[in-house]
């Protein structure tokens, strides 16, 4: 009986703590219709607001800042819709409680910015075959079918990272680079191994270490990953955070430089900033809302795993501004870099590209340019990598 | 740097915010309040602190607002359990709630603020000792403080009358009553202490060690204190210990990391949790004899044994 009651009584506390890390949808106006859906057939059409579900706080100079700052352009594009936000929305079934509260709302078209909010918004795509949820930054697995009301879009964050590489790579006098991540997740992998691969094009010796920190913001873990990269002599670091600025400042303390991720922070660096990638969502995001209410999203090109670069262009993830270290040869070389990749045959990681053995990663071969679902799905660290990827 | 002296540096570094929080509860604990609320205390005083020195430009004015914050959530929930009668464990859940909401309400503002935040010192000539300086000598003016801290508080629950009546509070109030103090009193006092020491730690946090304001930033650091404070056998002594080698638990996953090795980080993250859980297996059917007589009561009573 004492064993249950515990049980009991934890079960109480997780459903306590579950109530209050969830967050609150906010609205510009009070709360909307709770309109039925549309008789029209194609989804998305009909509502009277838009949803948008941030996995962290709006204004946390990084990932999250940049997503809301890609909904309030929507919300400038279309005045006569209410755009919801819902910011601090956990990886689980309480983003399918906010979501269907922002459809009682009136909202037609959702988006989930967060890595891991995939799964939830699958629940809620096919709870509400009318409403339209596009996630962003993972991927639906190619072998189910792509819901008719989802997709999820991305831009290819490694070119950036790449180019940033080559900074870092004409930066660093004691050749060790440093990159903090928070999980082994495709996209962070990719970026560490072209961060690499940037730096090595300019910088055959530069080696990257990397340290994860298991969580995508905890300063605290963050403080500690940079003072053990700093001890080892690493002079430029970078990182795969959701919140950047504690790292930035730790490396800006040190005189050392900082490569910027997710949003310009070149104000806490004003020294040691070289550059970094940032995001500018507003485009994107209104051509999905164009797209969706001109009732033509169903087999449009963002029913799908939608992915932009340099080659089409129109990539959501920018490079920042440079700064004032930066030589002008670094910037001519990340000029013809940047050329490059908008070619047809030009990829960061166009083969042959090396693992940490030296061996040739499959997909990867000498004259191969890799397409995105394949460099998507690396599970590797390339050569010049100090560390492991951690097996669960 | 040497991986030890690396390891080390952080534990005493990343394990200060916790020391203080520790402290904190040891006093209220002594005075027979055990305050389950004390992350939350943690978490008003890291965005106070940080709110303060933000606005004010001075960081040390952010500590001491952030003491009075800790200090204030730790009242409520005096009043609480002295006067209400209210379930210690309960009330203390509220006060986390609590202080996630209104940090949450109040904080997002200041995400972006940057402040003039407490920086290293190294103390001359200290920090020239082989080995011991790097560790122990390189650190923010509030680390140094909390040196003095613990054996402070330790004179003051063992060699002091206050520490005896804080102490007779939590042993046998009455007794107390009988000689004319009150219990209560002594009881508020102790807990609005504990709470404004955690509040310190939570500001050690936000405008020393980590530099900035999230939300949430305590990450369960405020629950890793109480349990030490039962792990020291509420000793403000041992408490360091315990909390210097919680830090050196997460002091060792990035500094096993950036040499490069190969290791299963997501154990080495678990480590720190994990050696919490050992250390109250194994102590705490002996601790407990050494609690306090008014907490043995409180947790006797309490509903989950």
């Known amino acids: 009986m004492r064993a249950r009651r515990v049980v009991a009584a934890l079960s109480a506390v997780v459903a306590l703590v579950g109530a209050a890390c969830s967050s ?68 689980d079934d309480n983003a399918t409680r906010v979501m269907n509260s922002m459809i009682s709302q009136g909202a037609k078209i959702i988006f989930a910015t967060s890595y891991g909010h995939l799964n939830p918004a699958e629940a809620v795509a096919a709870q509400h075959p009318d409403v339209v949820v596009v996630q962003q930054g993972n991927l639906i697995p190619t072998s189910t079918a792509i819901p008719k009301n989802m997709g999820t879009y991305f831009g290819t964050v490694y070119e950036p990272v790449y180019l940033a590489g080559i900074a870092a790579g004409k930066a660093t006098k004691t050749n060790k680079l440093g990159y903090v991540y928070a999980f082994p997740i495709s996209q962070s992998i990719d970026n560490i191994d072209a961060f690499e691969l940037g730096a090595q094009s300019v910088n055959p010796a530069a080696k990257t270490s990397v340290v994860n920190t298991s969580a995508w913001c905890d300063p605290g873990k963050q403080t500690l990953a940079a003072s053990s990269l700093l001890s080892q002599g690493v002079d430029v670091i970078t990182q795969h955070q959701d919140c950047t600025s504690t790292i930035i400042k730790a490396t800006e303390a040190a005189g050392k430089y900082s490569v910027g991720y997710h949003a310009d922070a070149s104000s806490l660096a004003p020294k040691g900033w070289l550059t970094g990638s940032e995001w500018n969502w507003g485009p994107l995001y209104t051509d999905i809302v164009k797209t969706v209410l001109a009732g033509s999203f169903t087999g449009s090109k963002y029913n799908a795993n939608y992915r932009v670069g340099y080659k089409t262009g129109d990539n959501p993830f920018v490079q920042s501004k440079f700064g004032p270290s930066v030589s002008d040869d670094t910037k001519a070389l990340i000029a013809t870099a940047k050329t490059a990749l908008g070619q047809p045959d030009g990829s960061p990681f166009k083969g042959p590209v090396m693992d940490q053995s030296g061996k040739v990663i499959p997909g990867f071969e000498a004259g191969k340019v890799p397409d995105y679902a394949t460099i998507e799905s690396l599970t590797t660290f390339v050569q010049g990598i100090v560390g492991q990827i951690p097996k669960s | 740097m040497s991986l030890a002296l690396d390891v080390a540096a952080g534990a005493v570094g990343g394990g200060t915010s916790i020391l203080y929080a520790a402290l904190g509860e040891t006093i209220s604990e002594r005075a027979g309040i055990i305050n389950l609320g004390t992350e939350g205390c943690m978490l008003v005083g890291a965005l106070t602190g940080y709110a303060v020195a933000a606005m004010s430009g001075n960081p040390w004015i952010g500590v001491v607002a952030g003491a009075g914050a800790g200090g204030a959530l730790a009242a409520l929930h005096a009043m609480l359990v002295i006067e209400r009668k209210a379930s210690q464990l309960a009330s203390g859940l509220v006060m986390l709630f609590l202080g996630l909401g209104i940090t949450s309400l109040f904080g997002g503002s200041f995400v972006s603020r940057t402040i003039h935040a407490f920086t290293p010192i190294a103390l001359p000539g200290l920090s020239r000792i082989p080995g011991l300086g790097k560790i122990l000598f390189n650190h923010d003016p509030l680390t140094y403080l909390s040196f003095l801290a613990a054996p402070a508080i330790w004179w003051l629950l063992f060699r002091s009358r206050w520490g005896l009546l804080i102490r007779g509070a939590g042993e046998r109030g009455e007794v107390l009553a009988a000689y004319g103090y009150s219990p209560k009193l002594i009881q508020y006092l102790a807990v609005v202490a504990g709470g404004a020491l955690a509040g310190v730690g939570g500001a050690q946090l ?21 349990a030490l404070v039962i792990f020291a056998g509420w000793d403000p002594l041992k408490a360091v210990a315990g909390a210097y080698l919680f830090g050196a638990a997460l002091a060792l996953s990035p500094a096993l990391q950036a040499r490069g090795y190969a290791l299963n980080q997501f154990a080495l993250d678990a480590l720190p949790y994990v050696i919490t859980i050992l250390v109250l297996v194994f102590l705490s059917r002996k601790r407990l004899h050494a609690a306090p007589e008014g907490l043995i009561r409180t947790l006797a009573n309490a509903p989950v044994r």
């Open chain 2, 206 to 226: 936000s405008t020393a060690y980590a530099n900035s304001w999230f939300e949430g930033m305590t990450a369960g650091r405020g629950f890793i204190a109480v």
């Open chain 1, 24 to 91: 609150n949808v906010s609205s510009g106006a009070g709360s909307g219709p709770s309109s039925s859906s549309s008789a029209t057939g194609a989804p998305g059409l009909g509502g009277s607001a838009i949803g948008f579900i941030f996995v962290g706080p709006k204004n946390d100079f990084g990932y999250n800042q940049a997503a809301y700052d890609g909904s309030q352009a929507v919300k400038a594009a279309y005045p006569n819709l209410k755009v919801l936000t819902a910011e601090n929305v956990p990886e």
